[in-house]
C-alpha cells in the first residue's frame, strides 16, 4: 500500500511505512473533525442583529477530554513504534554478520571507504568511491556515518533510511536491500550553498556481482598501493592478495 510515498526496497521499510498512514489517518480524522468544528462555531456564534454576547464560563471536564486524548494518542503511538524505532536505530539489535562501510559526508559530496583485501576497515589498502555506494542485495549493511565539516543527513528514500551526520561522530544505520538495482543517495539537511548538488548513487547488486565488482575494486586498490610504496622484494605481493580479494566472501575463480 503506497498512496504517497515510493516504493520500499528495505526489509523495514513496509513497517515504517504502516507506521506513517497509522498516523496520517489518525491526524488527517483529527485534522477533520478540528475544520468541521470550526466552520461549525463561525457560523453559530456570528455576529447577529439583536444578540447580544455573552460571556461562557470555561468547561473543566472538556479542558480534561482534549488534553488527555491527544495525550492517549501520543503515548500510543509512541509504543507502537517504540520496536520498530529500536531495530532501526539501536546499534545493539542491528543485524549480526553486516557489511560494514564508512561514509564520509563533505561539502557537497559523498564518500564511502570499503575494506580492502585484509578484510578491515581503515587499513592502508582501503579503497574508496565519490558519491556512489554499492552493497549486495539480501545482507545486512551497516554504515558508519561521519561528516568533515558540518551536519549532513544520508537519506536514501528507497530504503527508508534517514540519519544525520555529525562532525566529530561516528554514527552507525543498517538497511538490507531486497532488491537490485540503483537508487537515489541525497542529503537531507541544508549544508550550505551547494546542498543542492550532494546526491549519489546506491547500487543494489546480486551477491556474485558485488563479489566481482568488491574484488576487482580491492585488486586495482593494491596495485595501487604497490605503486606508490614498493617494497623490496615485494613483487609477488600483489598477485597474492589480489587472489586472496578474488576469494573473500566465498567467492572462488575455477
Not at 98 to 113: D, K, V
Amino acid at each position: 500500500m503506497n498512496w504517497l510515498l515510493p516504493p520500499s526496497y528495505s526489509t523495514f521499510g513496509p513497517d515504517i511505512d504502516r507506521m506513517y498512514y497509522i498516523i496520517l489517518v489518525i491526524t488527517g480524522v483529527i485534522f477533520v473533525v478540528t475544520e468541521v468544528l470550526l466552520v461549525y462555531f463561525l457560523i453559530k456564534y456570528r455576529k447577529r442583529e439583536g444578540h447580544k454576547a455573552e460571556y461562557i464560563e470555561g468547561s473543566t471536564k472538556a479542558e480534561i477530554i482534549w488534553t488527555a486524548v491527544p495525550a492517549v494518542i501520543v503515548v500510543a503511538i509512541g509504543l507502537m513504534s517504540a520496536g520498530l524505532w529500536a531495530d532501526i536505530k539501536d546499534p545493539s539489535r542491528f543485524p549480526a554478520g553486516s557489511y560494514e562501510l564508512i561514509l564520509n559526508g563533505r561539502q557537497f559530496e559523498w564518500e564511502a571507504t570499503y575494506a580492502g583485501a585484509d578484510g578491515v576497515l581503515e587499513t592502508a589498502d582501503d579503497f574508496t568511491l565519490l558519491n556512489q555506494i554499492n552493497v549486495p542485495v539480501d545482507r545486512p549493511v551497516t554504515v558508519h556515518l561521519r561528516a568533515e565539516d558540518v551536519l549532513h543527513s544520508f537519506f536514501l528514500p528507497d530504503m527508508r533510511v534517514k540519519q544525520d551526520a555529525v562532525p566529530g561522530m561516528s554514527i552507525p544505520v543498517w538497511f538490507e536491500a531486497t532488491t537490485p538495482g540503483e537508487y537515489t543517495i541525497g542529503c537531507a539537511e541544508l549544508c550550505g550553498l551547494g546542498h543542492y548538488t550532494m546526491n549519489g548513487l546506491l547500487v543494489v547488486q546480486t551477491e556474485p556481482e558485488f563479489e566481482q565488482w568488491e574484488s576487482e575494486q580491492q585488486v586495482a586498490a593494491l596495485e595501487a598501493l604497490e605503486r606508490e610504496s614498493p617494497l623490496p622484494g615485494a613483487t609477488a605481493s600483489v598477485p597474492d592478495a589480489a587472489n586472496t580479494a578474488r576469494t573473500s566472501g566465498g567467492a572462488t575463480e575455477e
